[in-house]
């Protein structure tokens, strides 16, 4: 069974930066890409960045373009979200995903094990 687990969100000032990772635990990660998705309150869930596991391809949501990167460690089963100057609506609960089928795609269908999510908020 694999389980993803994420790591590393928490209060941060706009303008600030944080890092999350998430690491794919039960076995090594064969799948086809990975994602980042959160979800704000009051709002439904959204599409944030995604990597295709044997390139590093990636796609982002155009209101993180340019502030976050997406990346992964193959040795180390673990994606990684760089995220800086950081905005009050940014502020949600961030989910890695992965798919094992298809390719590189934003929508939330396909992607197969969901780790349970880590807050990040960001104050103004």
């Known amino acids: 069974q694999v389980q993803l687990v994420e790591s590393g969100g928490g209060l941060v000032q706009a303008g600030g930066s944080v890092t999350l990772s998430c690491v794919v635990s039960?076995?090594?990660?064969?799948?086809?890409?990975m994602g980042w998705f959160r979800q704000a309150p009051g709002k439904e869930r959204e599409f944030v960045a995604a990597?295709?596991?044997?390139?590093?391809?990636?796609i982002y949501v155009d209101s993180v373009k340019g502030r976050f990167a997406i990346s992964r460690d193959n040795a180390e089963n673990t994606m990684l979200l760089q995220m800086n100057d950081l905005k009050p609506e940014d502020t949600a609960v961030y989910h890695c995903?992965?798919?094992?089928?298809?390719?590189?795609?934003?929508?939330?269908?396909?992607?197969?094990?969901w780790g349970q999510g880590t807050q990040v908020t960001v104050s103004s």
């Open positions: 039960g076995r090594t990660f064969s799948g086809v890409a």
């Open positions: 990597i295709r596991w044997i390139d590093g391809s990636t």
């Open positions: 995903a992965a798919r094992y089928s298809g390719g590189l795609y934003s929508h939330q269908n396909g992607y197969r094990y």
